[in-house]
Each structure stands twice: as C-alpha cells, then as structure tokens.
C-alpha cells in the first residue's frame, strides 16, 4: 500500500514558485490500477516521482507499506525501489551497448548478489511481452514499439509488487499501445499495484480509479 | 561468468558505458596519455640531468682539470657526462706536475693523467695525457690555483669542475623549465578536459543514468560508475603515457636516461600515473555527483 500523507512540492521556476503538488493526502491500496491525467505542466511527473521515492517531498510523509521511505538512508531507500517497485519511462531508454536480455537484467546490477534473479527469468519475460527469441538482439535491431515491451519486461524482473508508468504509450502506434495496455491489465490481474500517468484521457477508462492532477491539486474523476 | 547467473555486474556497466561513446572514451585517455606522458618524460629528464652531474663530480673527484689550448670543451663534457669525445693524450705529465710542484700552487694534493684517445670515460695515463685531473685540498680556493697554474703553465686550459656544473645547471634550467611548464599545463588540461569530457558523457546518458536510479541504483552506485569509468580510462591513458614518455625520451636522451637509478623509473611511472589519475578523479567529482543526485524521470525528458 502507498500512502501520502499532506505531501506538498514546489519549484522554482522564473523567479516564481510553482506549486507542483499541494498538501496532497491519499492512499493506493494493493492491487489498484490508478491513471493519473492531467495537461502538460500540471506536475504528474513529480506525482510519481513522489511516489516512487524519486525527489523529496517539502513537506508531508510518503509510505510505502508502512514505512515512511525518507526516514531511510539513500541506499536503503534505493534497495527497497529496487525489490518492491518497477518503473516503465515515457521512453524505453535502453543502453544501446548491451544486448535485449542484458537490458531486461539491468535491475539485478543494483541487487545483493544472492537476491538476483537468473538469466532464464529475463528469457521468461522477453516471451511475456512477445519477443522470445529476441534475447541476443541489440536495441537497434528492435522497433519503438519492441523497444518499449523490453523496457516493461525490465521493469518487472525483480518481480516488483508496484509498477509506476510515465506516459508508457507515448509514441506508440495504436495497436501497440493497446497490446501494452492489455499487458498492463493482466499484470494488475494478477494483483499488481499500477500507477500509470498520461495525458490520454481514453487510456483512464482502464483504470480501476482515475485521479486529476491540476494547478497541483488531485481530484478523483467521478 | 556473471551474466550467466543472473546478475549485471558493474565491470558490465563500466564496459557498456565506455563501448557507448567510444571518441568521447578516447579522447579522455587521450588527455591523461599526455600529461602522465609529458610529466614522466619531465621527472625522468629532471633526475638524469642530476644524477649524471652529480655521478661525474664524484667520480672524477677532481677541482680542476688541464688540457692543451683547445681541450677544454671535451673536458667539459667529460665533467658533465661522464664521456667526452676522443682527444689526443698530448699533456707530459711528469713536466706539468713538476711545474705546479716547483711553482707552489697552493693546495695541490694530487694529480692524475687520463688517456681519452679512445673517448668515453678515458683511462689512466702516466707519461702522456688527454686531460691533468688537479685534486686540491678542500680548504684550497680554485680560483688561485687556477691563476697560479695559468702563469706557470700558460699552454694549458683550466676547466674548473664547479664553475662548469653551475654552468651547465643553469643551461639546463630554462629547458627544464619549460618541461615542468609543459607537465603542469598538460595537468591543467587534463582537470579541464576531463571534466569536460565527463559531463558530457554524463549528459548524453542523462536519460539511462536517471532510468538505473528509478530502477533502484543508490546515489553512491552511480558517483562510483562515473568515476570507476573515468579512472579506468584514465588509468588506461596514464600508462600508455607513461610508456610513450619512456620510448620518447629514450629515442631523444637516452645517453641522459642511463643515469637515473633503476628504482627511479619505477617511482617516477607509479608517480605521473597516480598523480594523472588523482587530477581525472578530481575532475570527474563534479559532474558525478551531478549524475547521482538528478531527477531520474526529468533526467528522462530532458535527456531527449
């Protein structure tokens, strides 16, 4: 469960200050499928960022089953990321010198050495997201669109119990976008915890919940 | 192998990350070449020079040394290298050492004929000599030894042995001058370049290096990548520099090079090495701790 509690963030920004997010207070229990929309500018991106233990918050607590993550050092805050949470960017950004299979294994670089997960586990995701086959490949021999299923097959190889996506369907074509979003709910099926920004006010409707971001304030869409 | 079992290791990384840009890679060795190059050429010269000065005074022992007119260059050399050029044993040393003794030049103890016929380092000579060595009591001023000797022996050439190694000290000065100059401005451009040459490199990974914190890399994971991958190419640079100076001056002075002592070199490479490495790291910190402590998901817009 994620918790925030009176979480507020503000920028600098011009010689002004900008309230990215307002003495927020709310909860995504375990299991929820929570889209955040909202327009450019309007500080989803610091809203996961917050969530994910990315940037600290000014004010507030951020609780991730219970525990307050900046009451933790940096490398415990990082270990617990890397064991509990998968993130998918707005871009695949994969390292362009390692192979498809070394990029989904990327994760398992930040993990003590007995925790990793084997190789064969990489190979069972890259078949997950329709690329068996591909493990060899480097990243440009893949398409967009491959790149982006590599990118969600990276995100879940620790076997993360959240998943936090920043506009994961940008520059998708329409099909792929909705074979990621089919994957999306079958790994929330499955009892994984998403929190998915985006500006596509359609790709809400797949959520089990629907948050606004405006002027930095979270409404809930009716 | 790591990748086997299962885990990325960072030796993976560091090689991932250094393939990626590789110009940008090369030209970072490039610059630590020059200046580990530049400073061990400098050390090494440096410690000839003196070594071999200092080698030839002792070893001649000698205050003075006596030619026919003409001579007092390849006794100069014979002074300062250790080695002079063949010169013919023209001196009767029994008639010049008789001369002093008879004259009463002050403060004579000793007097030596050496044979440089064959040049090098001469031999000893008993009736004919190339060069006369005087040996004075150390309470003796040359200076009026020498004016003594001129007026009693007005054929020869006095070369005295301080004079001409403060000389030659001061010849050598500018030129090693300029080799200290060339070493610390090589250090300079290698803090400037180094730097510069990491933030971009971390700029342009500005998205992966802000996706591996998202993915869990601690703050601490990311300074080390940074500055592992620098130091490895500086390291890398360092001793190819450090050979390259070693082959350059050997090509250039080798004659110099002979006479610095076997355990120098070895101070001198471990040295430029750690001292090109130390000012890479130092100029590494900053854009490191830049790359560790940015926003992962603006890092990923921006570093579009």
């Not at chain 2, 002074?79 to 044993?89: C, H, N, Q, R, V």
């Not at chain 2, 200076?143 to 000389?167: D, Y």
């Not at chain 2, 130091?231 to 360092?238: H, M, Q, T």
């Amino acid at each position: 469960m994620i918790q925030l509690e009176g979480v507020a963030k503000r920028y600098q920004a011009g010689g002004q200050v900008v309230e990215a997010l307002a003495e927020y207070t709310g909860t995504v229990e375990d299991g929820e499928f929570v889209v955040v929309t909202g327009r450019s500018g309007a500080g989803k991106s610091t809203f996961l960022s917050l969530i994910g233990g990315l940037i600290r918050p000014d004010s507030g607590r951020v609780l991730i089953d219970g525990q307050d993550i900046w009451q933790l050092s940096d490398a415990e805050r990082s270990l617990m990321r890397c064991r509990t949470t998968g993130f998918v960017f707005q871009f695949a950004s994969l390292i362009p010198t390692l192979t498809v299979a070394e990029n989904v294994m990327l994760p398992t670089a930040f993990l003590p050495a007995g925790e990793a997960p084997p190789k064969q586990r990489a190979l069972e995701l890259l078949e997950q997201v329709g690329l068996a086959g591909y493990g060899d490949r480097m990243p440009w021999q893949l398409s967009g669109g491959q790149q982006k299923r590599v990118a969600v097959a990276r995100a879940l190889l620790n076997r993360p119990r959240i998943l936090l996506a920043d506009e994961p369907t940008a520059d998708l074509d329409e099909q792929t976008e909705q074979e990621l979003m089919a994957l999306f709910q079958s790994l929330n099926r499955d009892g994984m915890t998403i929190v998915m920004v985006t500006h596509s006010a359609e790709l809400a409707s797949l959520g089990s919940r629907h948050l606004i971001l405006s002027g930095g304030r979270v409404q809930s869409a009716p | 192998m790591p990748r086997e079992r299962g885990r990325l290791t960072m030796a993976t990384l560091l090689r991932a990350g250094i393939r990626r840009s590789r110009w940008r890679s090369a030209a970072g060795a490039l610059v630590s070449l020059i200046a580990a190059g530049t400073l061990f050429s400098a050390l090494m010269l440096f410690s000839g020079m003196q070594t071999a000065l200092d080698a030839s005074l002792s070893k001649l022992r000698a205050e003075l040394l006596l030619t026919q007119r003409g001579g007092a260059a390849a006794a100069a050399q014979l002074l300062t290298t250790g080695s002079a050029p063949p010169l013919e044993p023209t001196i009767p040393v029994a008639d010049w050492e008789r001369r002093m003794r008879e004259g009463g030049v002050v403060g004579v103890v000793a007097v030596e004929g050496l044979d440089l016929s064959e040049g090098g380092a001469g031999a000893p000579a008993a009736e004919r000599a190339s060069v006369l060595l005087v040996h004075l009591e150390q309470w003796a001023t040359p200076a009026f030894a020498v004016a003594e000797i001129e007026l009693l022996i007005p054929e020869a050439e006095v070369v005295v042995a301080e004079q001409t190694v403060r000389q030659v000290a001061r010849q050598l000065e500018p030129i090693l001058r300029y080799l200290f100059i060339g070493a610390g401005v090589a250090m300079l451009a290698t803090v400037l370049l180094t730097g510069l040459i990491t933030s971009v490199r971390v700029a342009e990974r500005r998205t992966v290096l802000g996706m591996m914190r998202a993915m869990g890399a601690s703050q601490s994971f990311l300074l080390r990548l940074t500055l592992a991958e620098s130091g490895l190419l500086s390291i890398g640079g360092a001793l190819l520099g450090v050979v390259a100076g070693l082959f350059l001056m050997l090509l250039l002075a080798g004659d110099t090079l002979t006479h610095v002592p076997q355990g120098e070199w070895l101070r001198y490479g471990v040295g430029s090495l750690v001292a090109t490495v130390a000012m890479a790291l130092l100029a590494t910190l900053g854009p490191a701790i830049r790359a560790a402590r940015m926003d992962p998901l603006e890092a990923a817009r921006r570093g579009r």
